[in-house]
């Protein structure tokens, strides 16, 4: 009986608990923020949301901003005409599963054969472009993942996190929370759908809400924001230009 429980608790830690730490703590094997000087990524999970989805992909539009969404392929399924908006309009979109369940109650195989590729082919049908970019819901991945879902797509955190998918917290504390976190390189994460697990229905109305406020002040902090994608492609292009300053003596070119 012992050996059992040991053996269950060694596989616990195995398959969950050592891919948390590694991933959320150290940070290995994932894209949590980048160090471009002067763009942000604002990104948004569970979606597309019929209500909130169209009014969020508005107010981009009206401030010139480029996002990506973290989509789940069942709502996908039920809402092409919103994948193919936010394509359309210049947006990233992201995998977040099929259903909004955590990685961690899957085999490694079932989960990316039934959520994570199931959810590309079904993006890649609607856009014609499959995606790269992929968030586990609740920032969960199991051993597994790292080893099979790394070869084929980059996983996504994000650096800051507002608690935007409860309706108790306003849209004056999300603005608040949202000045206060953001910083050059952030990749923030924000919910445009409130029907998942433990998240209110009518939050995105405060984030949406709360967001405004914050896109209208953001540029006088010289920040702009930028999909994912185009936020590592600056931070790629900073490095590579400073590495470039730098001949093969050692020596700064000036």
């Known amino acids: ?29 994932v894209v949590s923020r980048g160090s471009a000087a002067k763009e942000v990524a604002f990104t948004f999970d569970d ?20 996002a990506t969404f973290f989509v789940l392929g069942k709502k996908a399924e039920q809402y092409p005409d919103l ?27 079932t989960n990316r054969r039934k ?3 199931r959810t590309a082919d079904i ?22 993942d790292l080893i099979s879902l790394r070869r084929s797509y980059r996983i996504v955190l994000w650096s800051v996190m507002v608690g935007d998918w409860k309706a108790s917290v306003s849209a ?5 929370d949202l000045l206060k976190k953001i910083k050059p390189g952030s990749i923030i994460v924000l919910h445009d759908n409130g029907d998942t697990p433990g998240a209110d229905r009518e939050a995105p109305l405060n ?30 292009s900073r490095i590579g230009e400073a590495r470039s300053r730098v001949n093969h003596h050692g020596q700064i070119n000036l």
């Open 1 to 29: 009986m012992w050996t059992f429980i040991i053996l269950a608790i060694d596989v616990i830690i195995l398959y969950m608990i050592v891919p948390f730490v590694t991933t959320r703590i150290l940070g290995w094997g």
């Open 47 to 66: 979606g597309p949301d019929p209500c909130y989805t169209p009014e969020l992909l508005d107010l981009l539009h009206e401030h010139d901003v480029k």
């Open 83 to 109: 994948i193919e908006r936010m394509h359309r309009e210049g947006h990233q979109i992201g995998i977040h599963n099929y259903t909004h369940t955590p990685n961690w109650i899957y085999s490694p195989w």
């Open 115 to 117: 959520q994570v590729d």
């Open 123 to 144: 993006v890649e049908q609607i856009t014609g472009e499959r995606p790269i970019m992929y968030r586990p819901p609740w920032g969960l991945l199991n051993l597994g």
């Open 172 to 176: 004056a504390q999300i603005k608040h």
């Open 207 to 236: 984030m949406i809400t709360g967001l405004e406020e914050v896109l209208k002040e953001i540029p006088g902090r010289g920040l702009k924001g930028l999909r994912v994608d185009e936020l590592l492609n600056k931070e790629a």
